[in-house]
């Protein structure tokens, strides 16, 4: 009997999209070990030179003109993909991606971009039989994202499943699962043997993210967090920046026992649950991992769009704030050092998960299977 295909499609467009694919893939196969599951970033796979080049420019786009980039997120808000995009979409993509999906006959595909998403679901209308399920990586729901030809939306919570209802998308093609995470974020580890293991102090321990791409330019920020080096034990990620990292190192006061600096590492859950608060942009994929260690988080610099929803999103629901001043730091470092006879995580046992099941998304996608 041929085992079961699944064929997980993404896009280079900041780190999020494809960590959500991969986490599906490896967690759907830790689910049912006989199912065969493929991740490929499409333009990446389809046309790499002109990937790299469309992913640096929206990266340019995000860091030097983030106002830019959320004047046109919220102008087309409510818009599916305009026509220019629709265009270029079809002379890149769908010839290509057609034959692509008929050398790998999946049973199912699953996007965790809209692009692809797109593109698919335009084959769909031409004639492609194969069942579509489009995992919304944020919590949001912009309008790029929704095609009627989708079989079924995983979405993060009520609220982004209430904006595809406002938007005509029926009530069974909807699934509140949550991101998913891979599942080293399932489970917790020892905190002891994991001081020993990264030579670590046991004391309270801030883990500063600098998401994919390691956008940590805050120079006052991170001077400041330097200053509590001898009452809090730091570890800095700071990605694939390598630039950044040179630089704190170069820097003597990030010359310190209880000052660790990293760059790229797969070893981010480890680190969270040795740690007592985490330091980070607000992307979907970094928060749902922090939400799913219980970890309490402080956001910087989300960017205009969908990182300013989850950034709300997280506020309300009493899991982190957002960095308001130099004070937010040393209001929560006071929390954490202050004397207490139980976890130095601020608010213990009240940040726990709000029955986040890391596992859900996964079984969502096994049952359409079924």
């Known amino acids: ?29 830790k689910l049912s070990p006989d199912l065969q599951t493929r991740v490929l970033e499409l333009g990446s796979f389809l046309h790499p030179t002109l990937a790299r080049f469309a992913a640096s420019a929206y990266r340019k786009t995000i860091t030097s003109q983030p106002k830019l980039y959320g004047y046109v997120y919220r102008k087309q808000y409510k818009k599916s993909l305009n026509r220019l995009a629709r265009m270029a979409l079809h002379r890149l993509f769908y010839g290509q991606t057609l034959e692509v999906i008929k050398q790998l006959r999946p049973d199912t595909i699953v996007c965790t971009h809209p692009f692809p998403s797109a593109v698919v679901s335009r084959l769909k209308r031409a004639g492609l039989s194969v069942p579509l399920c489009t995992v919304i990586t944020d919590y949001d729901a912009h309008g790029t994202w929704i095609n009627p030809e989708v079989n079924k ?32 974020f399932w489970q917790h580890h020892n905190k002891e043997e994991l001081r020993l293991r990264f030579g670590l102090q046991a004391m309270p321990t801030v883990l500063v993210m600098g998401g ?25 990620c700071m990605g694939s920046n390598k630039k950044a990292l040179e630089r704190l190192k170069a820097d ?3 010359t310190h026992p209880n ?5 790229f590492t797969r070893e981010v859950d480890k680190l969270m649950d ?36 989850n950034c709300q999103y997280f506020t309300e629901m009493g899991l982190g704030e957002p960095i308001k001043s130099l004070a937010t730091l040393d209001y929560w470092f006071e929390k954490l050092t202050a004397p207490s ?6 608010h213990g046992a009240a940040l ?19």
């Open 1 to 29: 009997m041929r085992k079961k295909r699944i064929l997980l499609l993404s896009e280079g467009f900041g780190a999020g999209h494809t960590q959500a694919a991969h986490a599906l893939s490896v967690g759907l196969r």
């Open 153 to 184: 939306y995983l979405v993060s919570t009520e609220e982004v499943k209430r904006k595809l209802l406002q938007r005509g998308v029926p009530d069974s093609h909807i699934e509140v699962t949550g991101i998913p995470v891979h599942p080293n």
């Open 212 to 236: 994919g791409w390691g956008l940590v330019q805050h120079d006052d920020m991170l001077q400041h967090m330097a200053q509590w080096r001898d009452r809090l034990q730091f570890i800095f």
């Open 252 to 254: 003597p006061r990030f």
């Open 259 to 263: 000052i660790r600096l990293l760059g």
């Open 274 to 309: 040795v740690s007592d608060l985490l330091i980070t942009k607000p992307g979907g994929m970094t928060c749902t991992e922090g939400l799913a260690k219980g970890l309490p988080m402080l956001f910087y610099s989300p960017i205009p769009g969908q990182e300013e929803e």
């Open 341 to 346: 006879s139980g976890s130095t995580r601020p």
């Open 352 to 370: 726990d998960p709000i029955a986040y099941n890391p596992s859900t998304c996964h079984q969502a996608i096994m049952q359409m299977l079924s």
